[in-house]
C-alpha cells in the first residue's frame, strides 16, 4: 500500500495529501457570502478575487498535482445568486487552467453543476476515495466504501476553538481537528490499526467557525457519529498543538486555565 502522509500547510486552511499523487485540499469556500451578509445589511465587496489568489498562491507553493475542493463551494442556498452564477464559473475556470481540479458538493452547492465548466471534475456528495484517501462535505453520510479507508477528510462543521484571556475576553480561532474514528461507526469493519478523520477549516474567513469547545447546540451531521471529537487532537493554522479537545474543554471548567492561555498565544 502507498504510504500517504497528510500536512497542513502552515498558517493556512489547506491540506496536502501525498502519495502517489499530490492532492491540495481546501474546504468551505462559501463564494457570493457577500450578498447573503447584504441581505442582512452588511455591505462587503466580493472576496471571490482575493480567494481565487490565495488559492494559485499555495498551488504555485505546494505543486499539487490535483486541487480538491471539498464541498461548500457557492454560499446561498436553496437559490444560486446573481453573484455565484456570474462568478463561480470564471473562478473555477482559472483554477482548472493551473491544476486538475476536483469538487465534491456540500450542503450549499446546490445548482453546482449549472456553474461548472468542462476541466472541472463533479463527484458525487457521498464522496471520493483517492489511493485509501476518503473524502467527502460531511453533511452527509459517506458511501459505506469510504469507512474503509485509513484516513477520512471532512470539512462542514468550520472547526474552531474558543480561546478565553485572563480578563475573560474572548476569541474563536478557526483550528484543525485529527480525530480517531468511532468503533460504533465503523462496526465489523474495525480491523485498522489507527484509522482517523482529519477535519478542515473554513477556508473563507467570513465564515468565521464552530468553536468546538462551547457545545453550542449545531447540526453537524454525521460527523460526531463517525469521529471521537473529544480525543481528538487540535492545532491552531499556526501549528500550535492544544492537546485533547477533551482536556481543552477541561481546562475551560476552570482546570488549567492559565496553561492554556499560554499556550494558544
Known sequence: MTSIETTPLAGLPLLLVEGKTRVLVAADLHLGI?????????????QTGRILDRLLDAI????PDRLLL??????NVPRTSWQERREVPSFLDALAKRVSVDVV???HDGGISDLILPGTSLHPASGILLEGVAY?????WPHPSLLRAEVLVA???HPAIRLTDALGCSTNRRAWIR???????????????RPEMILVPAFNDLCGGLPLNSRQEEDRGPIPALANLDAGRIYLLDGTDLGDLRGIIACGRGGSRKRLNSRGR
Open 105 to 107: 458538493p456540500g450542503n
Open 60 to 63: 504555485d507553493e505546494a505543486r
Open 136 to 140: 467527502f462535505h460531511g453533511h452527509t
Open 155 to 157: 470539512g462542514h462543521i
Open 179 to 193: 480525530a480517531p474514528l468511532s468503533i460504533e461507526a465503523l462496526g465489523d469493519d474495525f480491523s485498522r490499526e
Open 34 to 46: 457577500e450578498h447573503d451578509l447584504w441581505l442582512g445589511g452588511a455591505s462587503i465587496p466580493t
Open 70 to 75: 471539498l464541498g461548500d463551494i457557492k454560499h
